[in-house]
């Protein structure tokens, strides 16, 4: 079975600073990660991905997420955070099938 | 093509009524989901099409829910006999065939309330 563990229900970072954002996760075989962002009331939207290769994965809005595959995390980070940032994170792995976490709501303070 | 629609936005029943929720994936998607999202959890998967085929159903809550892609394109969510824990948001997601499973492009949700 594969499961994904997002443990901080809520992140606050001051605007202007880098903020990370933690998953963790767990599958037989090679893994597909996943972050999504969903804003109040709205479906969620695709960030980023991870494949196969650099470590280091781009997204949209500037995001951009680590692979460790020692320690089974793919974290999201972004450099310095804005106020419209704020929302809920969701990571999620796929094999067969998708599998989300339990989301981590970002809160940015101006 | 502006994406994944869904209809209608939020529906409010009484327990014990039939509810239907309609997706429309984005028109070149062949693979479309559904997922249930409740408050404070990450989507959780239901069922998912391929063309007009349901290659995985095993996931639907119970035999009260029942989904259609008779056409291969629009596909409908139908909860019968609705029970006060069935409220939740209902999302849709497309994707196309050959993407990764995890690459799906969600629609903004269909809200029920059983009253």
């Known amino acids: ?110 | 093509d502006t994406g994944v629609s869904q209809d209608p936005r939020h529906k409010i029943t009484k327990r014990g009524q039939n509810v239907t929720f309609r997706c429309d994936p984005i028109s070149e998607h062949n693979r479309l989901y559904w997922y249930r999202q409740t408050l404070g959890q990450g989507p959780e998967f239901l069922t998912y099409f391929q063309n007009e085929a349901q290659l995985e159903k095993s996931r639907l809550l119970s035999d009260r829910f029942s989904a259609e892609r008779p056409k291969g394109s629009f596909s409908t969510l139908e909860i019968q006999r609705t029970e006060q824990g069935d409220s939740a948001m209902y999302l849709c997601a497309s994707s196309l065939r050959g993407s990764l499973a995890g690459e799906l492009f969600f629609g903004e949700g269909s809200r029920l309330t059983v009253l």
């Open chain 1, 1 to 110: 079975a594969q499961s994904v563990a997002q443990p901080e229900d809520q992140v606050n970072v001051a605007e202007g600073n880098p903020l990370t954002v933690k998953c963790t996760y767990s599958v037989s075989g090679n893994p597909y990660l996943f972050w999504y962002v969903q804003y109040p009331n709205r479906g969620l939207q695709f960030l980023l991905k991870y494949i196969t290769g650099d470590n280091l994965v781009k997204g949209s809005y500037g995001f951009e997420a680590e692979f460790n595959k020692s320690q089974t995390s793919f974290h999201l980070k972004k450099p310095s955070a804005l106020v419209s940032d704020s929302a809920l994170y969701f990571c999620a792995v796929s094999h067969l099938e998708v599998t989300f976490g339990t989301g981590t709501k970002l809160q940015v303070i101006p």
